[in-house]
């Protein structure tokens, strides 16, 4: 019997390591780069315990914080989510969910820009209404334009029309996030030929944002070419929402590899998956 050595398998290791090599595109936002392409929320959690194991359990580096339902400094006599998610490890992406007109995104994002000791990076959200809670393209691209021309640097949450997609980027906002199916409602992508119409003609990072229920809907995500995915409701709302945190880190690291493999062709036909040339009998 053979036996494999803790020298021989460190070898194989590196060997394997040095075919996959690195990203060729890491994951940059507004001229910060990230590792992780998973961004994670923190809304819907039972406690701050549950929502920081579940945090880094999902290795997310980018963490979205809904300003209008959240304390990060506003307000003295609550406890501060910073508390648990310090800016010194994290980067905070202020949102502005919750809002839905033009006038109130400004003010939530020049709030977060006081509160956050200058901090530009946000996540722009201007809805539709309360039922769908479907983006307001219109609003959106005002809004969008006002928080560019203030020096925001606008990560934007979208429809999944391709057209609308290329003009907020075209406009200046450093990610486009459209949805993969209503926020909260767990239904996977819905429509992925949107999705990749969105990514082949785009500059910068494409990030679905809404809609996964699962980490097989990351997994599809990522290996249509987005550059990431952001999620809330599919990890708080598990069962065990740590377990789930972790299984959407390993989903999205699978579906960036799997992407960047390049599948096989798909056939109509079985295929040997052994040579039939060389036979021994």
Same mark, same amino acid.
């Given at each position: =019997? ?19 090599? !690195?990203?060729? +595109? /890491?994951?940059?936002v507004?001229?910060?780069?990230f ?9 819907? %959690? ?16 980018i963490?979205?914080? #809904? ?19 310090? /800016?010194? +490890? %994290? ?6 969910a ?5 006038? @109130? ?11 956050? @000791? ?23 691209? *005002?809004?969008?334009? =006002? ?5 925001? @640097?606008? =990560?934007?949450?979208?429809? @999944?029309?391709?057209?609308?997609? *290329?003009?907020?980027?075209?406009m ?5 996030? /459209?949805?993969? &199916?209503?926020?909260?409602s ?10 990749i ?11 679905v944002?809404?809609?996964v229920g699962?980490?097989?809907? !990351?997994?599809? #995500?990522?290996?249509l ?5 952001? =999620? ?12 789930? !945190?972790?299984?959407?880190?390993? &989903?999205?690291?699978a579906?960036r ?11 109509? %036909? ?12």
């Amino acid at each position: =019997m053979t036996t494999v050595t803790e020298a021989q398998e460190s070898n194989v290791k590196s060997g394997a390591e040095a075919m996959i090599g !690195a990203d060729p +595109k /890491p994951l940059i936002v507004g001229g910060r780069h990230f590792s992780s392409r998973l961004m994670v929320g923190t809304g819907k %959690y039972k406690d701050f315990n549950e929502t920081s194991a579940a945090i880094e359990a999902s290795g997310a580096e980018i963490i979205t914080i #809904a300003l209008r339902r959240t304390n990060i400094g506003q307000d003295p006599n609550t406890p501060n989510i910073l508390d648990i998610l310090p /800016p010194s +490890k %994290y980067t905070i992406l202020p949102n502005t969910a919750g809002c839905y007109n033009v006038e @109130d995104a400004y003010r939530t994002c020049q709030l977060s820009r006081e509160l956050l @000791d200058g901090h530009n990076l946000v996540k722009l959200e201007v809805l539709g209404n309360e039922k769908t809670l479907y983006p307001h393209v219109t609003g959106t691209l *005002k809004a969008a334009q =006002m928080l560019i021309d203030d020096g925001f @640097d606008v =990560m934007v949450y979208t429809s @999944d029309d391709p057209i609308i997609a *290329k003009e907020l980027e075209e406009m200046g906002c450093v990610a486009v996030m /459209p949805l993969a &199916a209503p926020i909260g409602s767990g239904l996977g992508i819905r429509d992925p030929h949107k999705l990749i119409e969105i990514i082949e003609n785009a500059n910068v990072p494409i990030i679905v944002d809404a809609g996964v229920g699962t980490a097989s809907d !990351a997994a599809i #995500a990522m290996e249509l070419g987005c550059d990431g995915v952001l =999620m809330n409701t599919a990890i708080a709302a598990a069962q065990q929402p740590v377990r789930m !945190a972790y299984a959407m880190k390993l &989903a999205i690291e699978a579906g960036r590899h799997a992407f960047l493999s390049g599948r096989m062709e798909k056939k109509r %036909y079985a295929s040997a998956s052994s040579p039939l040339t060389g036979m021994f009998f």
